[in-house]
Structure formats: C-alpha cells, structure tokens
C-alpha cells in the first residue's frame, strides 16, 4: 500500500491567511447584523408611532369614550368613538371567513396528504396556491359585482353592499393558506404513528380521525389563526364590497364598515395632519395591531403547549 | 420438538416474493410458523426480514408500489388473497415497531383506541388494567393513566405499545426489532415479557441482535442478501431450523459465519 498520506506534502506549501479570514468573518458578521436590524427597527417605528399617536389621541377622547360609545362618528360634527362598532364588524366578517375556509381548507389538506395519489397532488397543489396569488381587489370585484347578486336571488333583502358577500370571498382567499399550511402540520405526522394504528386494525378514514388529526393539531390551530389574522388585517375586499357604514353588530346582510376600511376611508379623504380624524386612525390601527399580536401569541403559546415531540 | 402438522401451525408463508415497484426485494420465502413459539427472522440489513415479517399483517399495503407474490396461510385462508379485509386481519395479527410509537394520548386512550374501533363492548377500565398487566407496565403506570404516552421512558413506551397490540387479543404478535431502540435493562424487560407472552401468542420477531435470538426463540431463520445487477439488493432465506441448531450446527457454511459474528 503507498497511498499518499497528506504527510507527504512538503510541509512549506501551507499558507493560510487567519487574518484575512478574520476580517471577512466580522464584516460578513456586520453586513448580516445590519439587515436583520433593519426589519427589528421598522417594527420598532411603526409600533413606536401607533403608541405615540395613540397616546395623543387618547388626549382628546377618554379610554372609556373610546370603548363605551355605541356609534363611530369622527368624521361628523357630533363626534362619537365607539371602537367597537368597527371592531364588532371585523369580527363578524372574520368568523364567517374562518367558518369558511376551515372546512374547506382542512378537507383539502386531508385529501391533499392522505387520498390524492402523487400524480392529483401534484396537479392540485400548484391550482391551490394560485388562489393565494390572485390580488385581492380581484376579490373585492367578484364579491360586489358576482357573489352579491349571487346572493340577492336567495336573500332579497340583501344590501348592495354587505358584510356576507365580502366573508365568503374573504374565507376563500384565505382558505389556501389553512390548506397549505394544514397539509404541511399533517404530512409532518411520522408514518411510524401511522403504522402504528393501522396495526391495531383502524382503517383510514380512524387512523386520520383518531390519530393524524390530533397529532397534527397544534399545526392545524396555528394555521388557523394566521388565517384569522391575515382576515382581520385584510382591507381590499372588505373596502370593496362591505361597504362603508358604520353598524354595531353582528348582523352579516347589512352594510358594516370593518376598522381597514375606516383607515382607508381617513387615508384617501384630506383628514390634515395632526388633527383628531387623523389621529383616529392611528388608535384604530393600535387596536387592529393589539388584536393580531394577541392572536399570533395565543398561537405561540398555543403551538408550544401542545405540540408533540416526536424523536 | 416441533411437529409439523398443520394443525400446530400458525403461520405458514409458500413461496412469497416481495416487490417493491418493478424491483424484486426478497425471493421465494418458506416458513412455517408454529403456535405458541418465538421465531426470529435474523441477518444482515437489506435481507428482507422485515419485508417478509410486514407480509404477516399485509402493513406491505400501505406502501405505494409494494406487491406480495406467493401464498401465506392463516387459519385456513391465504391473507394474500385480495379479498381479504387487512383490517380483519391486523386485528387477529398485532405488531410491535422497532421504535416505541405511542400515540399522542394518555396512557389509558393509547390503549382503549384499539378496543374501542374494533367494537369492544366490556368493562374497559378491566381491559386497561389487563393489557398493562400482560406488558409489565402495570405497577409503574397506574397512577398516572391519564398522563401521555410520550412522557413514558423508552422502554416503558415499548411496553406500553405492547400493552395497546395485546388489548385486542390478536393471535399474533409481530416485533420488527423491539429492542433496538432501548437500553439493556429495558431489553431484558421486554426479552423477559415475551417468554410469558407466548404462553398465550405466536410470536415472530426480526432482530438484529443475535444473543437476544439465542436466548428467546425457539426457532430462527436466517436471512441473507446478494447484490443484484442494477445495484440493489436481494434478499433470501437461506437456513430455518431450531435455533439451537442453527445457532450450534447449522447446515449453511454462511450461516455459521453470520451467527457467529463473522460478517453482518
């Protein structure tokens, strides 16, 4: 045997540059640091101004006027605040999206990963993330002028412009991402888990009910409540078709105005800078802003709490 | 000794090939499996003994491509016949997983998910209890049936995935390596419980470990692979015998040098 060991290179042919290789190693360190300080600050901005302008805001209308009053009048002569007639429609057009695309997103992500051979998969898959990819002012526009009439022949007393129609394209562009996402949660379930309950005798549609669904859950609830925050925050189709009249409750066929399309309203009219109508929509954005944190950190928790740890 | 009339037979395999797509994975299988007795499949990785063992329950199914050529009978009827319902059969022939996979349950529902979908009707808390007392688990479990699975120790995870295959009452028992994954107490625990196990079960278990098939099976058959031209493996039966046999004075010049440590 003569291999050539590396001993037997002339021992002069060595000349690493540590130096050099320090110096590329700090300024690589540097540059890195620099951009993911750079998306930690813009955070750090746009919360540090919805706090301020909140806080100025707060000023002029008490907390208590803030979450008490019954209507949302800012833009008229007699002001009133109430919050919650914006709030309370945002969350009638969120839970009726959710009811929507739960159901559809999740039977698609079951179909997805457990009865679409590799071939329909590969074929359903791409068609399910161009939904994602479609503008939502295409949403708005399908919701006005073909889901509302749509609707009109079932239920007559429908406005032209009303919270149903805008929920279900809502839970439509939103279903996608519980589907893709949920499909990621179920396929992460190991087959051994799989095996294991097939074993005992279940079938598929046990296995997936008994054991790939709970395994899967933390997943699945994540999903949803991105989903969720995405339908809070979302303002093209809800500008579009829910209209923009400002109605405490929870009724889905009348016109409501959701706290995006408020902002949107404040931002294309000529609120002037500094003034109360301008601050308004900071304080709107801090409760929209206060709403998704709590979410996305109820799904943190929620996601650690209950995820299985599998080796 | 073991007689070979067909009545003291549990399992018998004729001829069965297994492919995986186009490609042949093991030829022309013959084994007879006796009731009441340990077999152990044993050889080098790639030789096909969980292939062959997966075959007994037809878990092959749920592979994409996999496909069973050849005959095993099972009380009376060949379980590679299409017709018949795996379900059915994966009731009558349990399995134990080479890595401990509880589900994400308690204890207790780890156990009652198997009663409860093939239509248990009794006393359930008794049924727990039993199982858990067939698998030697019992006593350091049942404070704490409510708690998961996954919070058991590996060993006791095992025993517990022992615990849920035999609350069904199978016939029996399929092991694919139970032990590797666990520490040597852990091992002799679980070599200990299968000795009691078949007083009442048939079992059939692939191990890579070959002083755990000399201590606990009465039978052993020896695995081997060959390269094939396209790069893959082979693999074969080459010898069953009574394992004190193949162990001291087997027929095969290869098996001698496997069960001896000589290769593998």
Redesign the interface.
Known sequence: MTAELPGDIAPGSWHPNRDRARQVQTAVKVVCGTFAAVSILTTLGIVATLIFETIEFLQAVSLWQFLTDTKWTPLFASKQFGIFVLVSATVTISVISVLVALPLGLLAAICLSEYAT?RVRRILKPVLEILAGIPTVVYGYFALLTVTPVLKTFIPELGRFNALSASLVLGIMITPMVASLSEDAISAV?R????????????KH?TIL??VL??ALSGIVASLILAVSRAIGETMIVTLAAGANPTLGFNPLVPVMTMTAFIVQVSLGDAAVGTLEYKTIFAVGMTLFIMTLTLNGFSFWFVCRFR??Y? | MVSNTAAKLTLKAENVSVYYGPTLAVREVYLDIPRNQIVALVGPSGCGKSTILRCFNRLNDLIPGARVEGQIHFDGRDICDPRVDPVELRRRVGMVFQKPNPFPKSIYENIAFGARINGYQGDMDELIERSLKGAALWDEVKDKLKESGLSLSGGQQQRLCIARAIAIEPEVILMDEPCSALDPISTHKIEELMHDLKKRYTLVIVTHNMQQASRVSDRTAFFNAKETAQGGKLGYLVEYDSTQRIFSDPKEETTRDYVSGRFG
């Open positions: 590799p190991p051994s888990l799989k095996d294991g309950a097939y074993a005992l005798g279940s079938t046990e008994s054991v709970p395994a299985e740890k080796e």
